[in-house]
Nanobody, 126 residues
């Protein structure tokens, strides 16, 4: 079992930045990929970025247009999502998730992620 805890959400003005953190604990050796997702009210959960633990060449969703950066600190078992030039449409609950070795191809699909955090709210006002 992998336990994930997100932090760093909050309220910002449009154009601002935030850094989300996702700290992993438990059987973290079971996870080899972590991702960030978001879900706005009334919308489907959207994949934002994914990173292979200990690897490079992360995946980014097409909608981000270079505004978000995923990174990891393996020593701290933490994955980050830095968000720049935030827009009101970025308002959502943000989740991190982890998956073990069972995914078929890069990036893993949302349904392949096994462990999920509780989410952290990001609100961007104009």
């Amino acid at each position: 079992q992998v336990h994930l805890v997100e932090s760093g959400g909050g309220s910002v003005l449009a154009g601002g930045s935030l850094r989300l953190s996702c700290a992993a604990s438990g059987d973290i050796l079971s996870a080899n990929c972590m991702g960030w997702f978001r879900q706005a009210p009334g919308k489907q959960r959207e994949g934002l970025a994914a990173i292979y633990i200990g690897g490079s060449n992360p995946y980014y969703g097409d909608s981000l247009k270079g505004r978000f950066v995923i990174s990891q600190d393996k020593a701290k078992s933490t994955v980050y999502l830095e968000m720049y030039s935030l827009k009101p449409e970025d308002t959502a609950m943000y989740y991190c998730a982890a998956v073990g070795a069972g995914w078929k191809r890069w990036p893993p699909t949302i349904s392949e992620y096994t462990w999920w955090g509780q989410g952290t709210q990001v609100t961007v006002s104009s």
